[in-house]
Each structure stands twice: as structure tokens, then as C-alpha cells.
């Protein structure tokens, strides 16, 4: 079956995982921007369509907001979750918080959170994975923020841990990047991981800026200036994915995170558009590698390339 043939009408909801799975192939050839060829832009723009397709089918899935009980998702324990217990498990690792990009919701999160929950063997392990979703109609990012630093809050509460890791998609990492620096958030986020999110601002779609929140991610914006702003001793590691072929950071470099007073890796992948990054193989793979290494691990550049086989990532030092 090719990546564009998804079996519709779809019957049941628990499909939907294998079909973005087929969706998102290790096919695409990781080749320097520089050098794609008309084929490898034609590939990725097929992938970028079919994730699309099947991400719709699936998003009905995730408008309602995850009951409590969802967030006892800890895979290999042993103690189910239960309205009589207030508390969760905890964890060895800090508990993972998603946040989706914009007028998306927690379903773009599907394949990663099963990722989240297992090692690279398929080994399932101990981890709290919960996602927060917000309002297409939330207009100002730093009252996002401060609802993610409530949901932050009462994550911790449940769980006991001190600290937490974010990972954010797109503008979700843009929110959760200014709950770290500029609402205190770095006492608690240990790491925060961002998929194509834009930190110095995108140019894309001008007629978008109705909306309020497209304007503040807009180059120059007062949230991208404050976000400049110096940021000493923040305590939470930074690592910042980008792809070479992701239409929505304009220009894709936008994507990259440089501030002297953060500790961050910027990690280049290559071959895969925007909406591809949630759910292919290679980020999934970097982004369990991120949230398993030490806090204090991991800052400068690397780049990686799509590879042949699913479920593989070699990368070289850029």
C-alpha cells in the first residue's frame, strides 16, 4: 500500500495509530538541503500530504481533554490507576508533558506517546506521559503559558515528581519555551524538547495574522523580543528540532535556538516537512533519546537524515 492509499471510510478509531504509521516511512533520502532533487522534494511533500490525510481522520479523537485516568499511562506498572487513588505512580523518569501546535489538538501526539512509553528494544518502561490541550480560539501565548504552568502543577501534584519534561510541537513549543524563561518554569521543566517550532519567528501565510497568536509568532513580535531577553541561570535544557524541509518555519533556520544563556542542542533532521515531525520514526527516536539523558547532557549541533529503515537514526555531528 502506497503512503497516499489510506483505506477510508475508517471503522474504528484503533486503526488509526497503524495508519499514520504507514504513514511516516523511513523512505526519504537524507540528503543536505542543498542537494535534493526533485523526487526527494516530491517524496517528503507525499509524506507531508499523507500525514495530513491521516491526521484528520484522527484529530476527532483528540478534542475532548484527557480524564485523569488517561494520565496514569505508565506502561509496565504494576499498580492500575483507580478513582480511589489520588495519586499516580511515579515514575523513574520525570513525567512527559505534550503540547500540540496550532488548531491542532493531543492526537498529533498518538505515535509519539506510544514511543514515549517504550525503549528502543520495545521494552515497555515506567514513564507518566500526559498532554494538555488548549483553545484554537487562545489568543495571546503567554496566557497559554500560564495554563501550562497550572497543568504543570497539577501533573507534579499527581505524580510526586519534582520536575517534568515538555515536549512541544510547532507553537507549543513556542508556549511552553516562554513558561521556561519568563514565568519561572525552569524550577520544574527539566528538559524541554521543540519539534518545528518557530523561536525567532515565521513569515508564513501573512493573511494567518487575523488571528492574534500568528502575530505574536511573526518576526520582531513583543513575545519573540521578550524571549530575547536575557535569561540568567535557567535551569531547564533546551534541545531544538528542526527539518530542512519544513514549509512552515520560513525560513527553516527560524526553527533553531540560539540564546547565550541557555543550554541547548539544535538538532537537524533532514528529508521531512512540519507535520511529518511528531510522527517519524527519526524524531521519535531523538526525541526518547533527549528526555532519557541526564539534564545536564547534550548542547551544541548535530544533524541527522531520514534513513533507509524505520526506527533507525544515525547522526554525525555537525
Do not use: K, W
Request: with cysteine; proline share 10%; hydrophobic share 40%.
Amino acid at each position: 500500500m502506497s503512503a497516499l492509499s489510506l483505506p477510508f471510510p475508517l471503522r474504528s478509531p484503533s486503526r488509526l495509530p497503524s495508519l499514520l504509521r504507514l504513514a511516516s516511512p523511513g523512505r526519504l533520502p537524507g540528503t543536505p538541503a542543498a542537494s535534493h532533487t526533485p523526487g526527494a522534494l516530491l517524496r517528503a511533500a507525499a509524506l507531508e500530504l499523507s500525514v495530513l490525510v491521516a491526521h484528520l481522520a484522527l484529530y476527532p479523537t483528540g478534542l475532548a481533554d484527557e480524564r485523569p485516568a488517561d494520565e496514569a499511562d505508565t506502561a509496565g506498572s504494576s499498580t492500575p490507576a483507580s478513582p480511589a487513588s489520588p495519586r499516580l505512580p511515579l515514575a523513574p523518569l520525570p513525567p512527559v508533558v505534550l503540547l500540540h501546535g496550532f488548531a491542532d489538538n493531543r492526537s498529533v501526539f498518538v505515535l509519539l506517546r506510544r514511543a514515549l512509553l517504550r525503549d528502543a528494544d520495545g521494552t515497555a518502561r515506567r514513564r507518566t506521559v500526559v498532554s494538555l490541550n488548549y483553545s484554537p480560539l487562545t489568543c495571546d501565548i503567554r496566557a497559554a503559558a500560564e495554563l501550562l504552568g497550572r497543568h504543570v502543577e497539577e501533573v507534579r501534584r499527581r505524580t510526586g515528581a519534582d520536575r517534568v519534561d515538555v515536549v512541544g510541537h510547532s507553537l507549543g513549543g513556542l508556549i511552553a519555551r516562554y513558561h521556561v524563561q519568563r514565568l519561572g518554569g525552569d524550577a520544574v521543566v527539566r528538559t524541554l524538547v521543540t519539534l518545528g517550532t518557530p523561536h525567532s519567528g515565521t513569515r508564513v501565510a501573512r493573511p494567518a495574522d487575523v488571528h492574534p497568536i500568528v502575530r505574536q509568532m511573526r518576526p520582531g513580535s513583543p513575545v519573540i523580543e521578550e524571549l530575547r531577553r536575557p535569561a540568567p541561570g535557567c535551569r531547564t535544557r533546551f534541545v531544538a528540532v528542526r527539518s530542512d524541509l519544513d514549509q512552515i518555519m520560513v525560513p527553516t533556520r527560524t526553527a533553531r535556538l540560539d540564546h547565550p544563556d541557555l543550554r541547548v542542542e539544535n538538532i537537524l533532521v533532514t528529508g521531512i516537512g512540519h507535520l511529518a515531525l511528531p510522527v517519524h520514526p527519526t524524531v521519535t527516536s531523538l526525541v526518547r533519546e533527549a528526555l532519557s539523558a541526564p539534564a545536564g547532557q547534550g548542547v551544541g549541533t548535530r544533524a541527522y537524515a531520514a534513513p533507509e529503515a524505520p526506527e533507525s537514526a544515525a547522526g554525525t555531528v555537525a
